[in-house]
């Protein structure tokens, strides 16, 4: 039996003999379908009912590992809180290393183990989807899934580590730095490769729960999206959409999925141009700290977004300018159309990535950036010196010390300031260093 007969029949499908194959649905925006993006089409509607036991039994024609509990308490130390890297609504995560030692054949790496709370926010049905979804699933902006471990009540998955953490760390929480326009744009059209892949399926899949957290950086930036516990599969035949109850996050989620239900490739289009929002603005989707109608990013930025003159009030403050400005014009641009409320006047992810991959080169407007003024380091003359030296030291006991002066800045000199005819003046002129 072929490898996709094997799956159709896993996972709850009829192996339809070949002669009587339909063609591929078209994709889930109604978008043509580049070719050579072709998926193994696998029905999920009896995801809800397949066991634990059931699971592992299907999912040997992929290349996960089944892995025991023990085993993952030996990578990450027996969960130790060292290993601890965060929690979400599906529960803890802890850093650990697999080998050959653990498994024999397995590659040496670091991974990231997400446990199962029991008494969390997701549960066995949002834990299936993303085995499945990953387990069969492969590309370069989606994180790769190394394993799962289903041993008696225990549920977890074992992703590659990210050693960078997650876009909304970077944007929200670090407070010593901040990302570079060049690095955002390199984000941003990572994130778009792996959602338009995902539509472009040959079943397509929405991924639902787009936002700056879902989104994990490598070691060099290279986005990649995690957590698909809340994705689903896009509409198929005639039907434009998928009903079904509303989740996802609030400030990302798209307006018409919120009042109708109905979900489309276009609804991971809108929470796209609002991830892409917080990249140009550093801001977050939804901040109550922030007064009126700034509190609702889309709200107060779509003003902004297709006017030149204005697009400065919307750019992080904390890129000090040092952007395109036709580059950061043209992403303003992308949002806008992404962030349109009727969805099918946003375009395809496939789009997106094309208007946004070009500007990646673009950095001839550029401004220079900021000179740092460097005072030359000067060595007081030893003759001058010492007379000065040896009067201070034969001061009569009452008569007080002269008190040291520094210089009046941020960052005082380690040293008390020279009068002007003992500093020894250097031959040529203080030079500008530019700043890097």
Same mark, same amino acid.
């Given at each position: 039996m072929?490898l996709?007969?094997?799956?159709?029949c896993?996972?709850?499908g009829?192996a339809?003999p070949?002669?009587?194959?339909q063609?591929p649905?078209?994709?889930a925006?109604g978008?043509?379908?580049?070719?050579?993006?072709?998926?193994?089409?696998?029905s999920?509607?009896n995801?809800?009912?397949? %066991? =634990?036991q059931d699971?592992s039994?299907?999912?040997?024609v992929?290349k996960l $590992? #089944?892995?025991?509990l023990?085993?993952?308490?030996s990578?990450t130390?027996?969960?130790?809180?060292t290993?601890f890297?965060?929690?979400g609504?599906?529960?803890?995560?802890?850093?650990? !290393?697999?080998d050959?030692?653990l498994r024999?054949g397995?590659?040496?790496?670091?991974?990231?183990?997400?446990?199962?709370? &029991?008494?969390?926010v997701?549960g066995h049905?949002e834990?299936?989807?993303?085995?499945?979804?990953?387990?069969m699933?492969? $590309?370069?902006?989606l994180v790769?899934?190394?394993g799962f471990?289903?041993?008696?009540d225990h549920?977890?998955l074992?992703y590659?580590?990210?050693?960078?953490? %997650?876009l909304?760390?970077h944007? !929200?929480?670090n407070l010593?730095?901040s990302?570079?326009w060049s690095t955002?744009l390199k984000i941003?059209v990572g994130?778009?490769?792996?959602?338009?892949f995902?539509?472009?399926?040959?079943?397509?899949?929405?991924y639902?729960?787009f936002?700056?957290?879902?989104?994990?950086?490598?070691s060099?930036y290279?986005a990649k999206?995690?957590?698909?516990g809340?994705?689903?599969?896009g509409?198929?035949g005639?039907?434009?959409?998928?009903?079904t109850r509303?989740m996802?996050?609030?400030?990302?989620?798209?307006p018409?999925?919120?009042?109708t239900?109905?979900?489309?490739?276009?609804?991971d289009?809108?929470?796209f141009?609002?991830?892409?929002l917080e990249?140009? &603005?550093?801001r977050?989707?939804?901040?109550?700290?922030?007064r009126g109608?700034?509190q609702?990013?889309v709200?107060w930025a779509?003003?902004y977004?297709?006017?030149?003159?204005?697009?400065?009030r919307?750019?992080?403050?904390?890129l000090?300018?040092?952007y395109s #400005?036709?580059?950061a014009?043209? *992403?303003a641009q992308?949002a806008?159309?992404?962030l349109? &409320? /009727?969805?099918? *006047?946003r375009p395809?992810?496939r789009?997106v990535?094309?208007?946004l991959e070009?500007? =990646?080169?673009?950095?001839?407007?550029?401004p220079?950036?900021?000179?740092? !003024?460097?005072v030359?380091?000067?060595?007081p003359a030893? #003759?001058q /010196?010492?007379?000065? *030296?040896?009067a201070?030291?034969?001061?009569?006991?009452g008569?007080?010390k002269e008190e040291?002066?520094?210089v009046m800045?941020?960052?005082h000199?380690? &040293?008390p300031?020279?009068y002007?005819d003992? /500093?020894?003046?250097p031959?040529?002129?203080?030079?500008?260093?530019?700043?890097?």
């Amino acid at each position: 039996m072929g490898l996709r007969k094997c799956l159709l029949c896993c996972f709850g499908g009829s192996a339809r003999p070949e002669q009587e194959q339909q063609p591929p649905p078209a994709a889930a925006d109604g978008a043509p379908r580049p070719p050579g993006r072709r998926l193994l089409r696998l029905s999920t509607a009896n995801l809800r009912s397949l %066991s =634990l036991q059931d699971l592992s039994r299907k999912l040997e024609v992929t290349k996960l $590992h #089944a892995f025991t509990l023990d085993e993952l308490k030996s990578a990450t130390r027996n969960f130790s809180a060292t290993n601890f890297l965060g929690e979400g609504g599906f529960g803890p995560v802890y850093k650990g !290393f697999v080998d050959g030692s653990l498994r024999p054949g397995l590659e040496p790496q670091h991974v990231a183990v997400k446990y199962l709370d &029991s008494d969390g926010v997701q549960g066995h049905r949002e834990w299936l989807a993303e085995v499945v979804y990953l387990g069969m699933l492969s $590309h370069p902006h989606l994180v790769k899934l190394v394993g799962f471990c289903n041993q008696d009540d225990h549920r977890m998955l074992v992703y590659e580590y990210m050693p960078k953490g %997650s876009l909304e760390n970077h944007l !929200f929480k670090n407070l010593l730095s901040s990302l570079p326009w060049s690095t955002r744009l390199k984000i941003a059209v990572g994130a778009a490769k792996g959602l338009a892949f995902l539509h472009e399926a040959e079943t397509p899949v929405i991924y639902r729960d787009f936002k700056a957290s879902n989104i994990l950086l490598d070691s060099d930036y290279t986005a990649k999206l995690s957590d698909f516990g809340l994705a689903k599969e896009g509409p198929s035949g005639d039907k434009t959409h998928v009903t079904t109850r509303v989740m996802g996050t609030h400030g990302y989620a798209a307006p018409e999925y919120i009042l109708t239900g109905h979900l489309t490739a276009r609804s991971d289009v809108y929470s796209f141009g609002v991830v892409l929002l917080e990249l140009l &603005s550093g801001r977050r989707s939804v901040d109550k700290r922030r007064r009126g109608r700034e509190q609702n990013l889309v709200d107060w930025a779509r003003p902004y977004l297709r006017r030149a003159d204005k697009l400065h009030r919307v750019m992080d403050p904390s890129l000090e300018h040092q952007y395109s #400005a036709r580059a950061a014009q043209k *992403a303003a641009q992308v949002a806008h159309q992404c962030l349109q &409320s /009727v969805p099918k *006047a946003r375009p395809t992810m496939r789009e997106v990535v094309a208007a946004l991959e070009p500007l =990646l080169a673009v950095d001839d407007d550029v401004p220079m950036g900021p000179f740092v !003024f460097t005072v030359p380091a000067a060595e007081p003359a030893p #003759a001058q /010196v010492e007379p000065a *030296a040896a009067a201070v030291a034969n001061a009569g006991d009452g008569e007080e010390k002269e008190e040291k002066r520094h210089v009046m800045s941020a960052v005082h000199a380690e &040293s008390p300031l020279q009068y002007a005819d003992a /500093v020894k003046r250097p031959e040529s002129p203080p030079t500008l260093n530019r700043g890097t």
